[in-house]
């Protein structure tokens, strides 16, 4: 898998990019979130985390995390439950979703070269409109909701935890195969996303039949522009006209995406700590603002044995 494009704010919307090439290490270690559960909660509560890309398991002895001397960026769905990297953490119900704007993938070409193309969620026509301060439903660019697995590690000799995550990829459906053989896990819906992060609910065997490819996606080709890590503008997902390489007429999607990217470039305010996006989905809500998300998490990894049963409501 490719470079993700991230979309973390409405309104003031900071992006961060992760590159790597096939499954290739990040250009940035940070910036994509994650949905984290809690045992101490009804199982339904959700957080929304930042965390480094690349999972580092639990049981890393190193006091570096980067000595870890196999890459963990993306997790094969066939072995995911074989691997120890991966299957302590998924038994034990630390799944997450991994939110992106789209990600890119390259066709190898006959003349030895790639062809990039930026893959997303076929957006509505709300999406070209913005929408207005204010409004309680998200109106705006649907974002891809890609599964994941998490960790917590802490290095040997002390020191600040550290939250990591991976995609799970899987077979590439009919549509994308001819420009890669694989793709992450897409989960295409509130209700997939509800029974991937319900660990008290949905157990691990039930939960994996979720990860399957999704033929609820488009692409487009765009400029090897997007080649260079250097590049981090709207000229990255313009559309393109093979052979031509130039500018084609944006459809409502992609319209929607050059909007908000530019709105981004021309700068915008820090993000303020209760600036959280207002989601149509129900599956997120703000963290309370007594703890951090890393504090919430960190209550909820430190607990022994496995996940306590969703408590019901009175």
Same mark, same amino acid.
């Given at each position: 898998?490719?470079?993700?494009?991230?979309?973390?704010?409405?309104?003031?919307?900071?992006?961060?990019?992760?590159?790597?090439?096939?499954?290739?290490?990040?250009?940035?270690?940070?910036?994509?979130?994650?949905?984290?559960?809690?045992?101490?909660?009804?199982?339904? =509560?959700?957080?929304?985390?930042?965390?480094?890309?690349?999972?580092?398991?639990?049981?890393?002895?190193?006091?570096?995390?980067?000595?870890?001397?196999?890459?963990?960026?993306?997790?094969?769905?066939?072995?995911?439950?074989?691997?120890?990297?991966?299957?302590?953490?998924?038994?034990?119900?630390?799944?997450?979703?991994?939110?992106?704007?789209?990600?890119?993938?390259?066709?190898?070409?006959?003349?030895?070269?790639?062809?990039?193309?930026?893959?997303?969620?076929?957006?509505?026509?709300?999406?070209?409109?913005?929408?207005?301060?204010?409004?309680?439903?998200?109106? %705006?660019?649907?974002?891809?909701?890609?599964?994941?697995?998490?960790?917590?590690?802490?290095?040997?000799?002390?020191? =600040?935890?550290?939250?990591?995550?991976?995609?799970?990829?899987?077979?590439?459906?009919?549509?994308?195969?001819?420009?890669?053989?694989?793709?992450?896990?897409?989960?295409?819906?509130?209700?997939?996303?509800?029974?991937?992060?319900?660990?008290?609910?949905?157990?691990?065997?039930?939960?994996?039949?979720?990860?399957?490819?999704?033929?609820?996606?488009?692409?487009?080709?765009?400029?090897?522009?997007?080649?260079?890590?250097?590049?981090?503008?709207?000229?990255?997902?313009?559309?393109?006209?093979?052979?031509?390489?130039?500018?084609?007429?944006?459809?409502?999607?992609?319209?929607?995406?050059?909007?908000?990217?530019?709105?981004?470039?021309? %700068?915008?305010?820090? #993000?303020?700590?209760?600036?959280?996006? #207002?989601?149509?989905?129900?599956?997120?809500?703000?963290?309370?603002?007594? #703890?951090?998300?890393?504090?919430?998490?960190?209550?909820?990894?430190?607990?022994?044995?496995?996940?306590?049963?969703?408590?019901? #409501?009175?």
């Amino acid at each position: 898998m490719g470079i993700l494009r991230l979309t973390a704010e409405r309104g003031e919307r900071d992006r961060a990019g992760c590159r790597g090439e096939g499954v290739g290490t990040g250009q940035s270690d940070r910036g994509l979130f994650g949905f984290a559960l809690l045992a101490d909660a009804d199982s339904s =509560e959700r957080v929304l985390m930042d965390m480094r890309w690349g999972l580092v398991p639990s049981w890393f002895k190193n006091d570096d995390p980067s000595k870890l001397q196999f890459n963990t960026s993306n997790c094969r769905s066939d072995t995911m439950l074989k691997k120890t990297s991966y299957k302590g953490a998924l038994l034990k119900g630390k799944r997450c979703v991994v939110l992106a704007d789209g990600f890119y993938e390259w066709q190898q070409q006959q003349s030895g070269g790639k062809q990039p193309y930026f893959i997303y969620f076929p957006q509505s026509k709300d999406a070209v409109d913005e929408g207005t301060e204010g409004d309680e439903e998200w109106k %705006g660019w649907r974002l891809l909701t890609m599964a994941g697995i998490f960790d917590c590690w802490e290095p040997p000799s002390g020191g =600040e935890m550290l939250y990591t995550y991976t995609i799970i990829t899987v077979d590439a459906s009919k549509d994308v195969s001819f420009i890669h053989h694989r793709m992450p896990a897409i989960l295409d819906g509130d209700e997939a996303i509800r029974k991937w992060l319900d660990f008290a609910e949905v157990p691990t065997q039930e939960a994996v039949k979720l990860i399957q490819p999704t033929e609820n996606i488009v692409f487009h080709p765009v400029s090897t522009f997007v080649n260079s890590t250097r590049n981090n503008t709207p000229e990255c997902v313009a559309p393109i006209e093979l052979g031509a390489k130039k500018e084609v007429k944006a459809t409502p999607s992609n319209k929607a995406l050059l909007g908000w990217l530019k709105n981004s470039k021309e %700068g915008s305010p820090q #993000k303020k700590e209760n600036d959280l996006p #207002k989601w149509k989905s129900q599956f997120i809500h703000s963290p309370s603002p007594k #703890k951090t998300s890393a504090d919430i998490l960190q209550q909820w990894l430190g607990k022994q044995g496995e996940p306590a049963a969703k408590k019901h #409501k009175a």
